[in-house]
C-alpha cells in the first residue's frame, strides 16, 4: 500500500502565509515527479507546482512569486511554502507523487486525500 499524507492546511487571512506538507510511505521503490494541485469549489483541479526527482521546479502562473515547491528525497516528502495568500488561493490542496512501488512496475500516480486552505479576505 502506498499513502499520501497532507498536513499543514488551515485558514489564515489575506496576506499571511501556510506551509503545506505531504509524506509518502508504503512499499516505493522510487519515486519521479512530485506536485501539489488544488480545487476550489465548483472548478476543475488545477496544477499548482511540480518538481523532479532533480529538483526542477514548474509553476502555474498564478502562483508565481509567492509559492515555492521543494521536497526532501530522504523522507519521501514535499513541501509547498505559501505566502502572499490571497481568498482566490482558497482551495483543497491536493498532494501527488508519481512512483514505481517496484523496479519492474511501471509509474504510476498516486493522490492524497488533500488539505483544506481557506484564506479570508
Known amino acids: 500500500q502506498v499513502q499520501l499524507v497532507e498536513s499543514g492546511g488551515g485558514l489564515v487571512q489575506a496576506g499571511g502565509s501556510l506551509r503545506l506538507s505531504c509524506a509518502v510511505s508504503g512499499s516505493i521503490f522510487s519515486i519521479n515527479g512530485m506536485g501539489w494541485y488544488r480545487q476550489a469549489p465548483e472548478k476543475q483541479r488545477e496544477l499548482v507546482a511540480t518538481?523532479?526527482?532533480?529538483?526542477?521546479?514548474n509553476y502555474a502562473d498564478s502562483v508565481k512569486g509567492r509559492f515555492t515547491i521543494s521536497r526532501d528525497n530522504a523522507k519521501n516528502t514535499v513541501y509547498l511554502q505559501m505566502n502572499s495568500l490571497k481568498p482566490e488561493d482558497t482551495a483543497v490542496y491536493y498532494c501527488?507523487?508519481?512512483?514505481?512501488?517496484?523496479?519492474?512496475?511501471?509509474?504510476?500516480?498516486?493522490w492524497g486525500k488533500g488539505t483544506l486552505v481557506t484564506v479570508s479576505s
Open positions: 501527488n507523487a508519481n512512483l514505481r512501488r517496484r523496479s519492474w512496475y511501471n509509474a504510476m500516480d498516486y
Open positions: 518538481i523532479t526527482n532533480s529538483g526542477s521546479t
